[in-house]
């Protein structure tokens, strides 16, 4: 019997096999083909949202930091380096939307302890590769220093992210942002920000 | 078997920590001092068994993984005969560690430094040039330092560097707690190899043990996440239990004896559907939907009900804490520094969408309530640390309120929001540091 709110293809075992299909070609590619670099044009706006996204969770204003992505979208930290099955493979975090909308909520009650105060951040993106998949689709992988500053003192997380990107009404948005943290098999202190 | 009700035995005037401990208290300066931490690294963990790896993490002859007895860095290898050998990883000739590596398969160990190298059950293979020893040396006398005992109890292995009692003694009522949690899902077997988080923690490993049985925190420390749950699911989803930390919550704290305890969340979350009590994770719609389709309805319900969080916290003195489905594991670091390893696991010869979902719930609790915890073991350390003036810290919840009861199966018993952990596994810290011959701290 199919359990009300069920959507195939999100977070079944289809979209996993999906997802680690592309995880795979990220960590194998070598150079980007001419066939598959975007127009310049493309390259410049998913660009722009990528700055976006980071200022917008610099700011903290997580709403719309949450409207820039689908609604069959995924925040995934992975605590492996090397790309493991994740239907076997627990990760820091692997949200859908709604995990990602509730992880939102608790940080905005007041009582979320970890980020009181909340931590300070500022995002840096740079090496950004951008690969045309489809038409509307587009794969950029970016390195990123996250500079953090709160209670526990000054510290940085480094690492690159992996996103899926969808052009849906003219629009780019995201689909899966994966924070590939450098060090994610090693111990982390308080991650409870968004990365 | 029976334990008797607590005696508090840290409160008795001889022995040498006497001074540390009163009744419902405990001094500060066993979170702070760095004399007293040194002395745990160097006596209480090696007086006692500690948890090291699952079986399951090194199935086949030569697999080994590195871990930790307090801080000293063991090798956990299965030799030939299948024997579990676990070896202390430090070169009998300079010293080095010889195994850098956080897992894999090995004939021989090789320490890179003078190419000493070590078989699997720690003997001394081969020395480069041996003859410069002499010409009768015995390669004997260089062999490894090794565990004095190691056990296995139906998969967890626990290694000892002073054989005190069998590790079934040692266990007390945590075996049965232990049975309890693997038999969820009969004739199932569970398997440890589905990765780990490891949480750094600015505290003392004792602030973390603490919490393990803490049925008081759970309505305040993880009340965003209570608070997000209800709001979107109603009340009585997940950990917002009705009675709360009212002491009518049919929720307890049980005395295991040897230190160890557990918190049972059982009479509450798995009152019904444990699964259908669980908060939402990741595909659980869909996935659902196909394990019906697979399995039946009542058949799949039965395997989601038993994969889902245990509902028990079952804490093994001194490093290994259930949690769910989760196996937690303290490393202390320093006075004021712990890691704890939370291992992820899954079962064996069921449909892929089930571990799928234990993937995802074992991300909830991490990501939406230990990191609260965390902040309020960190402020603890803070506390304790900066204001030596405040001497003691409060561990009497329920030690004089009358209800508490000794249970059927012999095990002493206290209401949901109790400090019995607390109590309980003080008495081992003591026992175990006053006869394993600590030094006087000095206080």
Redesign the interface.
């Known amino acids: ?8 293809g ?4 289809d ?2 096999r999906a997802m680690q299909a592309v995880v795979r070609g990220w960590l194998e590619l070598v150079r980007i083909e001419p066939s598959r670099t975007p127009s310049a044009e493309d390259h410049e706006a998913v660009c722009r949202l990528l700055f976006v996204e980071a200022r917008l969770l610099d700011q903290r204003r997580l709403d719309e930091w949450l409207g820039l992505f689908t609604a069959d979208a ?1 925040y995934w930290l992975p ?2 380096v090397s790309g ?1 099955d ?11 939307r ?2 990602m909308e ?2 939102v ?3 905005r ?1 007041g ?4 980020q ?1 105060p909340p931590t300070r951040t500022v995002h840096t993106y740079s090496n950004i590769e951008s690969i045309q998949v489809a038409p509307d689709v587009i794969h950029v992988l970016c390195n990123f220093q996250i500079q953090t500053a709160s209670n ?1 003192g000054v510290s940085v997380r480094a690492g690159w992210n992996g996103f899926i990107l969808r052009r849906e009404n003219g629009r780019w948005m995201i689909v899966l942002k994966r924070i590939n943290l450098f060090d994610a ?6 991650n ?1 920000f968004t990365l | 078997m029976s334990v008797s009700p607590l005696t508090y035995s840290y409160a008795a005037p001889e022995g040498r920590y006497a001074a540390y401990f009163k009744p419902g208290f405990v001094h500060r300066d066993l979170y702070v001092s760095e004399t007293i931490f040194r002395e745990e690294l160097k006596t209480l963990f090696a007086s006692t068994w500690v948890y090291v790896a699952h079986e399951s993490e090194i199935p086949l002859p030569g697999d080994f993984v590195t871990r930790v007895i307090g801080r000293r860095p063991v090798i956990v290898v299965r030799d030939e005969a299948g024997g579990i050998n676990v070896l202390l990883n430090r070169c009998t000739h300079r010293g080095a560690t010889i195994c850098r590596e956080e897992r894999g398969n090995a004939t021989l160990f090789t320490c890179p430094y003078h190419a000493w190298s070590f078989t699997r059950r720690g003997a001394c293979a081969a020395v480069p040039v041996r003859t410069g020893y002499g010409e009768s040396v015995n390669l004997a006398a260089f062999n490894l330092g090794k565990a004095a005992a190691v056990d296995s109890y139906r998969g967890f292995i626990f290694a000892t560097l002073t054989p005190r009692q069998p590790l079934i003694e040692h266990l007390a009522g945590a075996a049965t707690m232990l049975d309890q949690w693997l038999d969820r899902n009969a004739g199932i077997k569970l398997q440890v190899r589905n990765g780990a988080m490891a949480f750094k923690l600015r505290t003392n490993w004792k602030c973390v043990y603490d919490n393990a049985a803490d049925g008081y925190h759970v309505p305040f420390s993880h009340a965003s996440m209570i608070r997000v749950i209800e709001r979107r699911y109603g009340k009585g989803i997940d950990i917002n239990y009705d009675g709360g930390v009212a002491d009518a919550s049919p929720l307890f704290v049980k005395n295991l004896g040897n230190g160890h305890t557990i918190l049972d969340q059982r009479p509450e979350m798995h009152a019904s559907s444990a699964w259908k009590r669980q908060h939402v994770l990741p595909g659980r719609e869909i996935l659902w939907s196909q394990l019906n389709d697979q399995l039946g309805e009542d058949s799949a319900l039965a395997l989601l009900n038993g994969s889902t969080g245990a509902g028990m916290n079952i804490n093994i003195f001194p490093n290994l804490l259930i949690i769910g489905n989760q196996i937690q594991v303290i490393e202390p670091q320093s006075v004021n520094e712990s890691v704890i390893r939370w291992y992820s696991t899954s079962l064996e010869n069921v449909p892929p969408e089930i571990n799928a979902i234990r993937m995802r719930m074992q991300e909830d609790f991490p990501s939406f309530g230990e990191v609260d915890d965390a902040a309020n073991f960190e402020a603890c350390q803070l506390g304790l640390e900066e204001i030596p003036e405040m001497e003691w810290v409060n561990v009497s919840r329920h030690m004089d309120t009358n209800q508490s009861q000794l249970d059927r199966d012999g095990y002493w018993r206290e209401p949901i929001s109790t400090d019995l952990h607390a109590r309980a596994y003080w008495s081992a810290w003591r026992a175990l540091m006053e006869s394993a011959g600590a030094e006087d701290p000095g206080r």
Not at chain 1, 10 to 13: G, Q
Not at chain 1, 111 to 114: E, G, L, P, T, Y
């Open positions: 019997m199919s359990v009300p709110g069920a959507v195939a999100y977070f079944d075992l979209h996993y995924a605590s492996d493991a994740p239907t076997v493979t627990v990760s820091w975090e692997f949200n859908d709604r995990r509730e992880r909520d608790r940080l009650t009582m979320a302890h970890s009181i526990a098999d090693r111990p982390q202190g308080n409870s």
